[in-house]
């Protein structure tokens, strides 16, 4: 055993072990990392915060700079391979675009679940849905088989190249455009969680009064 003044808690002339000693060194070392460690983390969380507010702004801007402004018209074909300028749908009430495809689950929720009101909307607003499929070559097939065994009353397109997607700026899907009667895109909305159907319904209703 040897005689040290250490630090606070060890007076000198007091008898200290090693073990006491290198106990102390380690707790002070520890406390200065973890202090750097927390700073760290905290520029860490500033840094991060930005970024997803960044982000948020420029989501934000793009959506509201398509809003009231046309289709953009591009040539696709339904799913008996007539062409269809998509420009000019040919409907007099609201349209709803949404953009989907056989494998993604939130996109055939989301229209199944409007295909159980669909009667009612039409009657009611006089709108109509056309659903644009993004699957490529190696789905495609899928598309009919899948319609038709749900029996869907909406009009299809095949966007197999996804030209219409990007010219529409979507980045995944289901991704939904509600139309007014003169084709000005009035509400954009991505994703599908239970009861978005009826805020889209709520979004047609202010079109059609």
């Keep these: 055993m040897v005689k040290y003044v250490v630090g606070p808690g060890i007076s000198f002339g007091k008898t200290v072990r090693w073990e006491q000693v290198m106990k102390l060194m380690k707790a002070g070392?520890?406390?200065?990392?973890?202090?750097?460690?927390?700073?760290?983390?905290?520029?860490?969380?500033?840094?991060?915060?930005?970024?997803?507010?960044?982000?948020?702004?420029?989501?934000?801007?793009?959506?509201?700079?398509?809003?009231?402004?046309?289709?953009?018209s591009v040539q696709l074909k339904d799913m008996d391979g007539n062409s269809v300028n998509t420009a000019e749908l040919g409907f007099e009430g609201p349209v709803v675009l949404s953009f989907w495809a056989t494998w993604c689950s939130p996109c055939k929720r989301e229209l199944n679940a409007i295909h159980d009101l669909y009667v009612d909307w039409q009657e009611e607003t006089g709108v109509n849905l056309v659903a644009v499929s993004i699957d490529d070559e190696k789905t495609k097939n899928f598309v009919p088989m899948?319609?038709?065994?749900?029996?869907?009353?909406?009009?299809?397109?095949?966007?197999?190249?996804?030209?219409?997607?990007?010219?529409?700026?979507?980045?995944?899907?289901?991704?939904?455009?509600?139309?007014?009667?003169?084709?000005?895109?009035?509400?954009?909305?991505?994703?599908?969680?239970?009861?978005?159907?009826?805020?889209?319904y709520e979004e047609i209703l202010k079109i059609s009064e």
């Design 29 to 72: 070392l520890m406390a200065t990392v973890n202090g750097k460690a927390n700073k760290m983390r905290k520029k860490i969380v500033v840094f991060f915060v930005g970024i997803v507010v960044s982000i948020g702004a420029i989501a934000q801007e793009a959506h509201d700079d398509i809003l009231s402004k046309k289709v953009v």
């Design 146 to 200: 899948y319609v038709n065994g749900k029996a869907w009353e909406y009009l299809v397109l095949m966007d197999t190249n996804s030209d219409f997607k990007r010219a529409m700026g979507v980045n995944n899907v289901p991704h939904t455009f509600l139309l007014d009667k003169e084709g000005n895109i009035v509400y954009s909305h991505n994703n599908y969680a239970p009861g978005d159907e009826e805020l889209l």
